[in-house]
């Protein structure tokens, strides 16, 4: 397992250098910059179900280089933690929490480490986009997550549907799934220089490795470890382009092209720890 861990940390170190510096990034660190914005920042699906974050304090894991970390505190958070297993992401955030002069917290660390590098629990975990599908253990992170919601307070997860990782995501067209969508123990090995964020930037890593989580197996590993579901929601959107073929739309997600049948394209839970 541990092989594939470093594929990934090594993928995700030379992303998080894209992600942070290149101009032509999506992530456009020096508008974020400029702008200092808050939850309004974060896309329509997030903003509608998060809700006020005043006055709480947040735990933010898998948080890359911070910007959502870096939103939560300046929307009036009482204190903002953020994780990443990328000590370049981890460089980079803390770089980014003294240039928008936040005092936001960033821990370099595994997530499944989380409770010996994090003391306390928090009124907020968040978690969204990207996440799940880099960890082969979807119920030791169930049990992370509710080692650090304290009792009355809230789980929200956002990410992909695990229906899109059973497509090819750089396939030009619709087309059959090609990857099974319920879990196996060994992950997908995907070889790809392209990054997400950035058409014109190429990395040097090819190889990473991504699970996918069925989302009943998500559901059960949070119950699992002491949460209580509030709700399950899934959407038709995305905020990144999941597949090559998704257009993008007004509210500035992406959805599969106008005439094809609906599918889900990514899914949020909200949770609580009970008293």
């Known amino acids: 397992m541990s092989e594939y861990l470093e594929a990934n940390q090594q993928k995700w170190n030379e992303l998080a250098e894209v992600n942070f510096r290149s101009p032509g990034s999506d992530y456009d660190v020096q508008s974020f910059i400029a702008a200092a914005d808050g939850v309004e920042g974060l896309n329509k699906t997030e903003r509608e179900e998060l809700g006020s974050v005043e006055g709480l304090d947040i735990l933010h894991l898998q948080c890359h280089f911070g910007k959502d970390t870096i939103r939560l505190k300046r929307s009036g958070a009482r204190s903002a933690t953020g994780l990443d297993f990328s000590p370049v992401a981890i460089k980079h955030a803390r770089a980014l929490a003294v240039a928008t002069d936040t005092d936001a917290t960033f821990v370099e660390g595994n997530l499944y480490d989380a409770p010996k590098l ?8 968040y978690v969204t986009w990207g996440t ?9 992170w169930a049990r992370v997550i509710a080692h650090f919601v304290k009792p009355g307070g809230r789980f ?21 799934p ?29 190889r990473s490795y991504e699970w996918t989580h069925p989302v009943g197996e998500v559901v059960t590993a949070l119950v699992d470890a002491g949460l209580r579901i509030e709700y399950l929601h899934e959407f038709d959107t995305v ?26 394209m990514s899914y949020s839970i909200s949770a609580r720890k009970p008293l």
């Open 156 to 176: 929200y997860f956002l990410d992909q549907h695990p229906v899109v990782l059973s497509f090819d995501d750089h396939a030009p067209a619709p087309h059959e």
């Open 239 to 264: 905020t990144w382009k999941a597949l090559a073929f998704m257009e993008l739309c007004d509210d500035g997600l992406y959805r599969l092209p106008e005439g094809m049948p609906r599918l889900p």
């Open 178 to 206: 090609v990857y099974d969508y319920f879990h196996k123990p060994d992950p997908i090995a995907i070889d790809d220089t392209s990054v997400y964020s950035d058409e014109n930037a190429t990395l040097k890593t090819m």
């Open 132 to 140: 799940i599908c880099w960890l082969p253990d979807i119920e030791g």
């Open 118 to 125: 994090i003391d306390g629990v928090f009124d907020l975990v």
